[in-house]
Structures are given as C-alpha cells and as structure tokens.
C-alpha cells in the first residue's frame, strides 16, 4: 500500500472504522490503491454520511418539530 493511501486511511476515521471492521478489504488496497473510492463509498453508505442520508434525517427531524408543534397548538 502506498503512503498516501496510508495518510488518507488515518485522515478519515469512517474510512478507518471500516476498515478495521472488514480487515479483508486490507487485501484489495494493498493490490489495487484504486479500490479506495470504492471503500469510501461502502463506509458512506454504512455510516450513513451520504447526502441523501443526511437529508432524510433532516426531513425527519422537520417532521418531528411539526408533530411538535402540533400537539403545542391544541
């Protein structure tokens, strides 16, 4: 593995998480340093920090301040 996937692996802890919790994607980089957009893709989606994941926990926080609101109005 390269030093600069090394650096960014430290860098990102959801990218370091995952790693350490699927050690045989240690493989994959070590023979193709390419395979990391694909791992910071899966950490994304696991984690849940992809945009749309953040607008649907905004889009349900929303909903629960109106139902909030509602039930301050009655």
């Not at 860098?11 to 980089?29: A, D, G, H, T």
């Not at 193709?32 to 989606?45: N, V």
């Amino acid at each position: 593995m390269d030093l600069y996937t090394i650096n960014y692996i430290k860098s990102n802890p959801p990218i370091y998480n995952f790693l350490r919790e699927n050690s045989s994607w240690y493989k994959v980089l070590n023979r193709d340093s390419k395979a990391l957009k694909r791992i910071e893709e899966l950490a994304k989606e696991k984690y849940k920090l992809r945009l749309s994941d953040r607008l649907e926990k905004l889009s349900n926080n929303m909903n629960l301040i109106s139902s909030f609101m509602d039930v301050l109005k009655e």
